[in-house]
């Protein structure tokens, strides 16, 4: 049977990149560029018209300040995948609390930057090695938190539970339903309960507060 191909708008304000990122994900059975934007007004714009599964967001997009896109473009249904040249751990944190699904750098190449894409169109999120160490070293340098989210933590399901370590593990939604023998629908159930429960606007807040009680080592998601 075949699938509907993953609908997706690339957001990158060189022109020669940008048509090489369109050029690499049409490339794909099942993703489709949608369209372009070269400054962040158009993407805003080309969002809100084509309503793509996956915003793939250059962070330097002149035109706007880059947390505040992604909740632009999050508050259209889209997922972001952001992509940067370089990264400060304030910066990942800012947009992944804004809502982005994942973070890549460019110099990661292009098969990561497919599966970057297809993590996030799945449901996941996508952390380029590189930004997922320094945030978990940032995380590993700040004192262990926690009663209050800890108790939080603790108050969701045994179920619950186990979605949310699967999430902090990088497992997107059709991998934490195989996992656990259960269906996708059933899996976005208990993230929804999970988000709802801690708080939490985006799935990398919630794997921020697996770390912060406990729930998650660091060297156990290292293994996984």
């Known amino acids: 049977m075949k699938t509907t191909p993953t609908r997706v708008v690339v957001a990158v304000d060189q022109p020669l990149v940008r048509g090489g990122v369109c050029a690499l994900l049409d490339a794909q059975a099942d993703l ?4 372009q934007a070269g400054w962040a007004a158009e993407a805003i714009r080309v969002t809100a018209a084509l309503a793509p599964g996956v ?10 300040d880059p947390a ?6 999050t508050g259209h249904g889209a997922r972001v995948l952001a992509i940067t040249t370089g ?7 800012r947009v992944l609390r804004a809502g982005a699904s994942g973070v890549v750098l460019t110099g990661a190449g292009p098969v990561a930057l497919i599966g970057a894409v297809r993590a996030c169109a ?5 952390l380029d090695p590189a930004v997922a160490g320094d945030v ?3 995380l590993l340098s700040q004192p262990v938190t926690g009663q209050a989210t800890a108790a939080m933590v603790r108050r969701l399901t045994e179920r ?9 593990y990088g497992l997107d939604n059709a991998e934490i339903a195989r996992r656990l023998f259960i269906s996708d629908l059933t899996v976005r159930t208990h993230v929804g ?7 939490c606007g985006t799935r990398a807040h919630a794997v921020v507060m697996a770390y912060r009680s406990g729930l998650v080592r660091v060297e156990a998601a290292a293994l996984t």
Not at 87 to 93: N, Y
Request: proline letters at 0%.
């Open 122 to 126: 799945a449901g996941g999120i996508w």
């Open 136 to 138: 978990l070293c940032e």
């Open 55 to 64: 915003v793939v967001l250059d962070l330097g997009l002149s035109g706007g």
């Open 87 to 93: 990264h400060t751990v304030a910066l990942v944190a």
């Open 32 to 35: 489709a560029v949608a369209g």
């Open 68 to 73: 505040e896109l992604v909740g632009e473009l």
């Open 160 to 168: 619950e539970r186990e979605v949310l370590e699967l999430m902090a």
């Open 193 to 199: 309960r999970v988000l709802h429960k801690l708080g």
